[in-house]
Nanobody, 127 residues
Framework: VQLQACGGGLVQAGGSLRVPCAAS???????????IGWFRQAPGKEREGVSCISGPEGRAYYADSVKGRFTILSDNAKGTVYLQMNSLKPEDTAVYYC??????????????????WGQGTQVTVSS
């Protein structure tokens, strides 16, 4: 399984950005078996979970810090999961990573639970 996140960039506070995560090495017909998560890491801070889409549960999860502003979207035909980020704030500045876990997941926001990771893409929000 390989993941590739891209599409980060510089955006002004209040703006929007959509970041794709392209998955390969598994069929999205198997998507029901996977959790696809988005994490972020700001300088000097720990990696934190932002959003996750659960194939087994058929639902999405959001961290409190992004609820109502971010949306996770899956396009199974393209094998891509998107993180749509609206009303961006300077504190959203970080490197954003997508990750995947196959099977049941106990700790949704624990990076160590995810076996597969993309390389990360920088998102910078200016004030």
């Amino acid at each position: 399984v390989q993941l590739q996140a891209c599409g980060g960039g510089l955006v002004q506070a209040g703006g929007s950005l959509r970041v794709p995560c392209a998955a390969s090495g598994f069929s999205f017909d198997d998507f029901d078996d996977y959790y696809i998560g988005w994490f972020r890491q700001a300088p000097g801070k720990e990696r934190e979970g932002v959003s996750c889409i659960s194939g087994p549960e058929g639902r999405a999860y959001y961290a409190d810090s992004v609820k109502g502003r971010f949306t996770i979207l899956s396009d199974n035909a393209k094998g891509t999961v998107y993180l749509q980020m609206n009303s961006l704030k300077p504190e959203d500045t970080a490197v954003y990573y997508c990750a995947a876990h196959r099977g049941f997941l106990l700790r949704l926001w624990a990076p160590t639970e995810y076996a597969y990771w993309g390389q990360g893409t920088q998102v910078t929000v200016s004030s």
